[in-house]
């Protein structure tokens, strides 16, 4: 889905930062306590905003048992636990970079990274729930992987471009641009330009602008979508996605502009 040679050129970085926010969580943001062991033998055990730990182990016998443990006597302010074994940690990574294709779409890699973590169910450990839902950058918009790419093959057409936006304060608040190839992989992932366009105003106006700098810079062959902020909560907090776009159509909180 996502090629690898993926470009990404004139992003905004306003527009880029509220999208990360609303679409993305990292883990090195959140507040953790990580334990690294050597089969038992606990080697280092910090949380990340340096509090005082409560119940630290003086040994790892029950990694997952043990971390749930943790968390719930430290869960004032805590997002997670780690408890990882180191030589379990360098043969994941090690593994990982050894099967990195180049010629492979980048989303691929990532969702094969993390899938590699449920075999290592004693050893990369965390709470609550797996690390596979835990580690790295997870989506915040309430599909996998799988389910992205089913909508992407509904929806999109070969060599089109898409815009994804939220209005919010009288002004494009987010943005993000998708330019697809003739295989569906995403070659171009940036924002709207916001030098070129003027992005304040109704949002009609600013989507319709938006939608003529994408048409004359990526495709031809384009479409928007536009939410309010609140439009939007809406929809990446729903089951039934579709049913949400139509509602959001059918109120005026979302414009859709197809070429």
């Not at 997670?80 to 980048?106: C, G, K, N, T």
């Not at 109704?202 to 810079?217: E, G, K, P």
């Not at 990526?218 to 909560?233: K, V």
Request: glycine share 4%.
């Amino acid at each position: 889905m996502l090629a690898q040679n993926v470009l990404m050129e004139d992003i905004d970085k306003d527009q880029w930062a509220h999208a990360q926010d609303l679409l993305l969580e990292s883990s090195k943001e959140k507040t953790r306590i990580i334990v690294l062991h050597d089969n038992g033998v606990i080697r280092k055990i910090e949380r990340t905003d340096a509090k005082t730990i409560v119940n630290a182990p003086s040994l790892i016998s029950d990694a997952n048992a043990q971390a749930r443990t943790l968390y719930e006597a430290n869960r004032d302010g805590l997002d997670f636990v780690a408890i990882f074994e180191r030589h379990a940690f360098d043969e994941y990574f090690s593994r990982m970079q050894d099967s990195w294709l180049a010629d492979e779409p980048l989303d691929s890699f990532v969702s094969r990274q993390y899938k590699l973590l449920d075999e290592y169910p004693e050893t990369m450990v965390t709470y609550p729930g797996p690390a596979k839902h835990q580690m790295g950058l997870q989506f915040r918009l309430g599909v996998g992987r799988n389910e992205a790419i089913v909508l992407i093959n509904k929806w999109v057409a070969p060599n089109t471009s898409v815009l994804l936006g939220i209005y919010d304060q009288g002004a494009l608040w987010a943005s993000i641009v998708l330019s697809f190839d003739e295989t569906l992989n995403i070659s171009v992932l940036t924002t709207v330009d916001a030098e070129r366009v003027d992005i304040v105003g109704d949002m009609t106006s600013v989507a319709t602008n938006a939608m003529d700098w994408l048409t004359s810079t990526y495709s031809s062959r384009a479409t928007a979508l536009i939410w309010t902020r609140d439009a939007f909560e809406r929809f990446r907090h729903a089951d039934d996605k579709e049913s949400v776009v139509r509602k959001s159509l059918s109120d005026d909180t979302a414009i859709f502009l197809k070429c």
